[in-house]
């Protein structure tokens, strides 16, 4: 089943708008990923935030977890066309089998010129 | 370093025919996980291997097998193809339940 929730399913935005992305997951995690998959391709590591971490960023990227409400958040900031593709969270289950992660079924983004 | 490989790229089969998807990688990844990708679905789980010898079914097993060859290679088979098995496939592999890496995907289509 799944486990991560993303929200919304589709964004459309303008380039240089923020685009902010949520994904609620059901039990208790080790770790929370987020995914970025541009059209026919594999999926690409973005970043990775523990369960003891609140905030974290890399570039443009903003990423937050609130493990009291089992959710978290992307932040793109000053988005650009080449961000539009699709965002998908995952998360480590705590004491799952060893790299198992649960994908959420993904936003996808579309940032206009 | 090619990262995570994935032959073939494109295959069309017709029910009951059998086919292997192989994968291979060479980031000396302990773990490796094979995906299957449906509009609208995200990413479920088939099988996955967390170290050279051992394999375990994830979310949705049935219709296939799995072999992992040595460290590098992990294939996946589907004995007799169903057209509810059309979709893309992903392998994966990582290291200490971390960063997953991800192949181009197979785009199998079963008539």
């Known amino acids: 089943s799944q486990q991560g929730e993303e929200d919304p399913q589709a964004l459309s935005i303008q380039e240089g708008e923020n685009a902010t992305m949520n994904c609620s997951y059901k039990?208790?995690?080790?770790?929370l990923q987020w995914y970025r998959q541009n059209s026919g391709r594999g999926l690409v590591h973005l970043i990775l935030?523990?369960?003891?971490?609140r905030e974290k960023h890399s570039g443009r990227l903003r990423v937050t977890l609130d493990t009291s409400k089992k959710s978290s958040s992307l932040l793109i900031t000053a988005s650009r066309a080449a961000d539009t593709a699709s965002y998908f969270c995952?998360?480590?289950?705590?004491?799952?089998?060893?790299?198992?992660?649960?994908f959420g079924k993904g936003t996808k983004l579309s940032v206009k010129p | 370093n090619a990262g995570v490989t994935q032959t073939p790229k494109f295959q069309v089969l017709k029910t009951g025919q059998s086919m292997t998807l192989q994968c291979a990688q060479d980031?000396?990844?302990?773990?490796m996980y094979w995906y299957r990708q449906d509009p609208g679905m995200g990413l479920r789980l088939i099988y996955y291997?967390?170290?050279?010898?051992?394999?375990d079914k994830g979310e949705v097993p049935n219709g296939y097998n799995v072999s992992r060859l040595n460290k590098r290679e992990f294939s996946l088979r589907l004995e007799s193809a169903a057209p509810s098995q059309t979709s893309v496939y992903f392998c994966?592999?990582?290291?200490?339940?971390?960063?997953?890496?991800f192949g181009p995907g197979t785009r199998l289509t079963v008539l």
């Open positions: 994966a592999s990582s290291e200490y339940g971390y960063e997953q890496f």
């Open positions: 039990t208790s995690i080790n770790n």
């Open positions: 935030i523990r369960s003891n971490e």
């Open positions: 995952a998360a480590k289950n705590y004491g799952g089998s060893q790299g198992n992660l649960i």
């Open positions: 980031m000396n990844h302990n773990s």
């Open positions: 291997s967390a170290s050279e010898g051992t394999t």
